[in-house]
């Protein structure tokens, strides 16, 4: 079953690229990515579909993009 999380980013690549990286070197299973720019504001909105595997969980996720700088809030959607 595929999970989701909202993550509220600074706006441009450099978020998006640090984001999807680090799921990359920890073995997240990507599903999709969507990054889309909150009006009126320097942050984005970044929702990432992962795979819920059995070796890597969504809390170890959002605990380790929890660690970036350019990520101010993140939590899972249905």
Same mark, same amino acid.
């Not at 999807?20 to 504001?41: P, T």
């Given at each position: 079953?595929? $999970?989701?999380? @909202?993550? +509220?980013? #600074?706006? !441009?690549?450099? /978020? =998006?690229? +640090? *984001? *999807? !990286? =680090?799921?990359?070197? $920890? +073995?997240?299973?990507?599903?999709?990515?969507?990054?889309?720019?909150?009006?009126?504001?320097?942050?984005?909105?970044?929702?990432?579909? @992962? $795979?819920? !595997? @059995?070796?890597? !969980?969504?809390?170890? /996720? &959002?605990?380790?993009?929890? $660690?970036?700088?350019?990520?101010? #809030?993140?939590?899972? &959607?249905?």
């Amino acid at each position: 079953m595929d $999970k989701k999380l @909202l993550c +509220r980013v #600074d706006s !441009g690549l450099e /978020a =998006l690229i +640090r *984001v *999807v !990286g =680090l799921l990359k070197r $920890k +073995r997240f299973d990507i599903r999709s990515v969507n990054l889309e720019e909150i009006e009126n504001s320097q942050y984005s909105n970044l929702e990432i579909t @992962l $795979k819920d !595997g @059995l070796e890597h !969980g969504i809390k170890q /996720a &959002i605990n380790q993009m929890e $660690k970036l700088v350019n990520v101010y #809030d993140i939590r899972e &959607i249905n």
